[in-house]
Nanobody, 132 residues
């Protein structure tokens, strides 16, 4: 059973930056054929994909709404994925969730940002609040 623990959320003014972390444990294989993603959900809205990374290659994928502002990265030695968020806007305010899909191909991950159903494991979430 994969377990995900997020950290790094908080409150920041518009234009500021935050870095979220997601530590993963419990993978059944060391092959690193995994897709890890970040999603967010604001009150009254559906869960929205933000970014994903294929851990085998480090290839990253982004939603259009965050391209150029957010960067997803990984530290394989720590089984940790990061989401660096710059130039934050009020509309980025949401609960941010880390998600994982184990044992998948890179092509699977390339479309994973578009669908929460592609991920089997989820963290508890970390709140990001951006004020003007």
């Amino acid at each position: 059973q994969v377990q995900l623990v997020e950290s790094g959320g908080g409150s920041v003014q518009a234009g500021g930056s935050l870095r979220l972390s997601c530590a993963a444990s419990g993978y059944t294989s060391s092959s690193r054929r995994n897709c890890m993603g970040w999603f967010r959900q604001a009150p009254g809205k559906e869960r929205e994909g933000v970014a994903a990374i294929y851990t085998g290659s480090g290839t990253a994928f982004y939603a259009d709404s965050v391209k150029g502002r957010f960067t997803i990265s990984q530290d394989n030695t720590k089984n940790t994925v990061y989401l660096q968020m710059n130039s934050l806007k009020r509309e980025d305010t949401a609960m941010y969730y880390c998600a994982a899909a184990e044992g998948v191909r890179g092509t699977y991950c390339s479309t994973a940002v578009g669908g929460a159903e592609k991920f089997s494991y989820w963290g508890q979430g970390t709140q990001v609040t951006v004020s003007s």
